[in-house]
């Protein structure tokens, strides 16, 4: 296969690095970063958002950690209430599951 990169895969890439810049949203990565962060950085890691959260303290990561929890659980919990009462046993095995999930907290 030639050096020569298909048009598609071009534009595949282009796409991807257009996407990585939006996400990352002008942060400007340290000119001391060592290389695990930079390399996190040029993957479209949202750094600015990751060094947001290490601003924190660890109770308060782990605070907003239980609440996002109990969100999604509020929902997944909404969602199946509706499919519990089509008597499919797996929905009914998931309702015994997130309940004991949520028992547990």
Do not use: F
Request: glycine share 6%.
């Amino acid at each position: 296969m030639s050096g020569n990169s298909h048009p598609t895969e071009k534009a595949n890439k282009l796409q991807t690095l257009t996407l990585i810049e939006e996400l990352n949203g002008g942060y400007v990565c340290a000119p001391d970063a060592g290389p695990a962060w930079r390399a996190a950085y040029e993957a479209g890691v949202d750094m600015a958002l990751l060094e947001e959260k290490l601003a924190m303290t660890p109770a308060e990561r782990l605070e907003a950690h239980h609440k996002a929890i109990n969100r999604i659980l509020a929902l997944r919990d909404s969602m199946i209430q509706g499919n519990e009462t089509m008597g499919r046993e797996h929905d009914l095995i998931a309702v015994r599951q997130l309940k004991a999930i949520r028992e547990r907290q």
